[in-house]
């Protein structure tokens, strides 16, 4: 018997109406499938993808959390700041500053944007063998960072191959988690995220330590072990639970945009990932430029990025109980507000200060975004709309950082960045006002 004959009738005679509702789900009611997304209510008209069927827990669900927990690879892309701050200083002096923060930018915007090719492709059943073949090359580009010597060859390794490596992983990963996850959603993703912040956590503190010692070839050679064991095992766990379904639309379904929430929301992910990148990107830069050693500039970048793993957590926790847009906007906010305080830290305390906070609150954005792209429509093509949102957000974390320092250059500070973050708290806002219909409610 086949998977999807095996799933219908294992969920057959089930009550949908008897299950509570959770923060996604508002005024459900079934739309046709060449038109979904079109709605501001998602729909659930397929037994097997109903939010009462999921299992929200049991071995394999919670091993596919622990899967994509123990793959650090996003983990070295937030740690560009150890990067950027080591090579203004040794093997790129003679390069600008927002010169170099390209490489950091297309990374990060390439972690994204592949989502639109494989978030299809992960609704169409292509999961497994795509994920492997990325971690086998993203183990092999960190072996040959070791061996750049000149700025074209960081960024064709580093910023570009890197980068679509994290990229054709992280967006069905994220998705798959909700196959196994409706309740207990928000917190599941919330752990998958702790991932990233412990490898962006471990890998400063790695090339703080070992960079004196051995010298940076082998300290980016140690990533790459470390990246075997992490990839290894997130490969060995992974696996989607609902059959693959040809939706139709192609990959970028423009009718989904008729859904008015969607529309907002994606331009609220453009708008904050023009900023949240800044301060990870500049901040040992500025630590440096204060007169504080560079050794303690490789520390602030780990300390923002622990600070993050409570954030995912607390995040993960408070969106299942008051819903994800309302937990988004608070901590963008707060995230926005440690942007503008940031540029003013004048001694170590300030900055660690500010840097624990910033990472807090940008750490429940990020571990995050993923569920409101899946609550507005249906699970069936859930990959596809995530990917869709991934692949927007990739143009504001391409050109924020170098946007920032070129500004920051010309002006002084980082207000401007600031400005976007809390443009796009209000912009989450908003989106939770047209997804609910109204003011009140948990969305």
């Known amino acids: ?11 057959k005679g089930t009550d949908f109406t008897s299950e509570p509702l959770s923060y996604d789900v508002c005024n459900t009611r079934a739309v046709p499938l060449d038109d979904q997304g079109t709605q501001n209510e998602p729909a659930f008209d397929n037994p097997a993808t109903r939010p009462g069927e999921t299992p929200d827990g049991g071995l394999t669900a919670w091993l596919v959390v622990i899967g994509l927990r123990d793959s650090t690879r996003v983990g070295l892309a937030n740690s560009w700041g150890v990067f950027q701050v080591y090579y203004e200083e040794n093997l790129l002096r003679h390069t600008s500053p927002s010169t170099i923060a390209w490489i950091g930018s297309v990374q990060y915007a390439l972690v994204y944007f592949p989502a639109l090719v494989t978030g299809r492709l992960f609704d169409l059943g292509y999961f497994k063998l795509p994920c492997f073949a990325a971690s086998c090359a993203h183990v092999v580009c960190t072996f040959l960072i070791a061996e750049c010597t000149q700025y074209w060859q960081f960024f064709l390794i580093q910023g570009l191959s890197i980068g679509v490596c994290c990229g054709i992983i992280v ?19 919330s752990l998958t995220a702790i991932g990233a ?49 040809d939706v139709r639309g192609g990959f970028f379904h423009l009718k989904m945009f008729r859904n008015t929430a969607y529309s907002v929301y994606c331009i609220s992910g453009i708008m904050a990932f023009l900023g949240l990148y800044t301060a990870l990107t500049y901040m040992s830069v500025g630590a440096v430029a204060i007169g504080l050693s560079q050794s303690f500039s490789f520390y602030i970048i780990a300390i923002a990025n622990a600070s993050s793993t409570f954030g995912r957590v607390s995040a993960g926790l408070i969106a299942d109980k008051v819903g994800a847009l309302n937990t988004m906007a608070a901590f963008t906010a707060v995230a926005g507000i440690m942007t503008f305080a940031w540029p003013f830290a004048e001694d170590e305390i300030q900055l660690i200060v500010i840097s624990s906070i910033y990472g807090f609150f940008t750490g429940g954005y990020v571990s995050l975004f993923t569920v409101p792209a899946v609550a507005m429509g249906k699970i069936e093509d859930a990959g596809r709309r995530v990917g869709m949102f991934m692949s927007l957000v990739a143009f504001g974390a391409t050109t924020g950082p170098p946007i920032s320092g070129a500004i920051s250059t010309a002006s002084g500070g980082f207000v401007a960045a600031g400005g976007i973050i809390m443009c796009a708290a209000v912009l989450l806002l908003w989106a939770r006002y047209l997804h609910l219909g109204g003011l009140r409610g948990k969305c």
């Open 1 to 11: 018997m086949s998977e999807k004959s095996l799933s219908k009738e294992a969920m």
């Open 171 to 189: 967006g069905p990963a994220l998705v798959v988690v909700s196959h196994w996850f409706y309740k207990k959603r928000g917190l599941a993703l």
């Open 197 to 245: 912040s412990c490898g962006s956590t471990v890998f400063p503190l790695v090339a703080q330590s070992l960079i004196p010692l051995i010298g940076f070839k082998w300290t980016v050679r140690v990533f790459g072990f470390i990246l075997i064991a992490t990839l290894g095992m997130g490969n060995l766990f992974l696996k989607r639970r609902l059959p693959p379904i």
